[in-house]
């Protein structure tokens, strides 16, 4: 039976250029880039390339770019480390930073905790981290909701900054839905708070910072353009490695390393360089410079045929904004089934999919992000995701479009809901 990949927003393959540029980097051309000697140093040259072609890519310095393990920890030292650079500064200054929930506390003391906003739909690795921050760390934090769509309002962002507001983090592209955020909106409310905050003389920093995971391979990730100050990717979503990843810093932005060690990065991110991982990330980024934009109108013609095909089923949604969405990306919510027997059935087909739900202890945890849009708990247990890669073709989608309404059916006469 042929196997159908469908589910490159959970990985995708490393492309054979990658592959074959990333090769000698394992035994032939295996020096430390730390070390002086020329095996060292042709490592280094190596690693400088790649951060020069992801500079490119993101039209920023290459001093702004920090090699990292992969998206999670991207997310986790941009929200952290801003976080604790800045809690530094203050400190440095003989501030007080704790969070006084007590209203009988002070006022003052009150207003010198630091504040976090983030969103409701952000994958876990942005998610935790704030709530981590809350929990254990005595930040201040606010989720923003968003519309039916996963859509989060710049409007919301407005009303949710406050005088120690230091961090807003908002991804670009929604992982499970596909939702593309106005990170350019946001960015301007952003520019216009600190404008107040220079009249007033305020001198408390207000940094942004976008998960770009899935948005890399078909955005625009221009970050003068963007207005971000902290942009996180990862290689394995673009046809890179797994364990390897990037977080563009701003000059100037505030940051404390969340891993300390030897002075690689500048000082910003200790441990030997994955050299080999970082070759292949920068191989990646060059091979979606050249093809971003065919590759996306490409894609969007195959991904329109299956939302078509697929809500052709009765009682199907499309999650996620119909216009504004990655154009790999389709998802759905399939009324009175559960995604998981969905899944299974279709790898038995030979295709691979994903859900949003995860299965947690026997139950089916409902998806955080179809929840914050306002879909039901039943309604999310059906969710299916398809997210189509540059090697899909016309005749897998026909293929699909062919077993899914049997799976359905089959699945939804054994079901026992039948209605909403
Ligand atoms: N952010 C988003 C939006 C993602 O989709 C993912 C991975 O699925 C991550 C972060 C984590 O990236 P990594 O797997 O490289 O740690």
Redesign the pocket.
Known sequence: MKKIYFDH???TPVDKKVFEAMEPYFSKKYGNPSSIHTFGQETKAVIEDAREKVAEFLNCNPEEIIFT???????NLAIRGVAFGIQKRLRAKGLELRRIDNKAQSPRLRAQSLHIITSTI?????LHTVEDLEKNFDFETTYLPVDQYGMVKPEDVRKAIKENTILVSV?Y???EVGTIQPISDITDVIAKSKEQRAKSKKQLPLIFHT?A??ATGYLDCDVKKLEVDLL?I????IYGP????ALYIKKGTPLLPIQTGGGHERKRRAGTENVPGIVGLGKAIELVTKNRVQESIKIKKLRDKLIKGVLEIPDVILTGHPKKRLPNSASFCVKFIEGESMLINLDMKGVACSTGSACTSGSLEPSHVLTAMGISPQTTQGSLRVTLGENNTEKEIDYFLKVLPEIVEKLREMSPIKED
């Open positions: 927003a959970a990985t393990s992969g998206g999670t920890e991207s997310d952000e994958h876990h690795a942005v991804m592209a929604n992982n998960d995971v899935q996180s990862s290689a394995h979503k797994k364990g390897v990843g």
